[in-house]
C-alpha cells in the first residue's frame, strides 16, 4: 500500500485565495482525521470522518473551513478566504481502529 | 477538558546517552499510543499500550504504562543520530477514535 497520499505536497497562495488540500486515505481504513501543525499550537485536530460522514468538527477553526469526504477514497479540506494565519502543516490521516497513519502533510503558505 | 501533559519540552543529549519522555493524564486512560516525527517529517505511529503496568520493548526503546494508566513513559537507551525528533504521546479522547495529543518531547543530540 503506498500510504495516505496528500496533494500537494507545499502550496503559497495570496490572501484571500482559495485553498483545498486534497487527501488519500489507506485503503480499508474507516476513519479520517484532519489536523493542523504549527510551532505555536502544536497538532490541532480539525474535523474527523467515520465512513465518510463527519463525526465531530470543533477544531475546525471558522466558517472558511470546511472539509468532505464524498466516498471512501478521498477528503478535502478547503479554506475560503485564506488568511495568514493559516500558515501551518496540513495533516490528514487515517485509521483503521486506534493507531493512525499520517500523510507528508501539506505546508501552506500565505502571504 | 481532558488533557495529556508530556515533559519535557526538548532534551538534549550527547550521542550514547539515554533519553525518557514522560506523559500524564488528568482522567484513566483506556490506552495510550506513541508517535515519532522526524524533522521535516509527519507523526509516525510506534506503539500501544493498553494493559495496567504494560512495559513494551522496540529494540534500544521502553514504553511503560502505569498502574493506574494515568501516566506512561518512553526510554531510550543510549541515543542514535536517528533517534533525533519529537515524541508524542496520544490517549483516546471523547470518543475512542478520537486522540488527545501531548505536546511532543524534541530530542535533540549535541554535536
Known amino acids: 500500500d503506498a500510504g495516505v497520499i496528500q496533494s500537494p505536497r507545499h502550496e503559497v497562495t495570496e490572501m484571500g485565495q482559495e485553498v483545498t488540500l486534497r487527501c488519500k486515505p489507506i485503503s480499508g481504513h474507516d476513519y479520517l482525521f484532519w489536523y493542523r501543525q504549527t510551532m505555536m499550537r502544536g497538532l490541532e485536530l480539525l474535523i474527523y470522518?467515520?465512513?465518510?460522514?463527519?463525526?465531530?468538527d470543533s477544531g475546525m477553526p471558522e466558517d472558511r473551513f470546511s472539509a468532505k469526504m464524498p466516498n471512501a477514497s478521498f477528503s478535502t479540506l478547503k479554506i475560503q478566504p485564506s488568511e495568514p494565519r493559516d500558515s501551518a502543516v496540513y495533516f490528514c490521516?487515517?485509521?483503521?481502529?486506534?493507531?493512525?497513519?499520517f500523510g507528508p502533510g501539506t505546508r501552506l503558505t500565505v502571504t | 477538558g481532558q488533557q495529556v501533559m508530556q515533559i519535557p519540552q526538548y532534551q538534549h543529549v550527547q550521542e550514547g546517552e539515554d533519553f525518557t519522555t514522560y506523559c500524564n493524564s488528568s482522567?484513566?486512560?483506556?490506552?495510550i499510543q506513541w508517535y515519532k516525527q522526524r524533522p521535516g517529517g509527519h507523526p509516525v505511529f510506534l506503539i500501544q499500550l493498553v494493559k495496567s503496568g504494560e512495559v513494551k520493548k522496540q529494540k534500544r526503546l521502553t514504553f511503560q504504562f502505569g498502574e493506574a494508566k494515568k501516566n506512561s513513559s518512553l526510554h531510550i537507551t543510549a541515543t542514535q543520530t536517528t533517534d533525533v525528533g519529537t515524541y508524542f504521546c496520544?490517549?483516546?479522547?471523547?470518543?475512542?477514535?478520537?486522540?488527545?495529543w501531548g505536546a511532543g518531547t524534541k530530542l535533540i543530540i549535541k554535536p
Open positions: 470522518f467515520n465512513n465518510n460522514v463527519p463525526i465531530d
Open positions: 496520544a490517549g483516546p479522547g471523547d470518543s475512542n477514535y478520537q486522540l488527545i
Open positions: 490521516a487515517s485509521s483503521p481502529n486506534h493507531e493512525q497513519y
Open positions: 482522567t484513566t486512560l483506556s490506552n
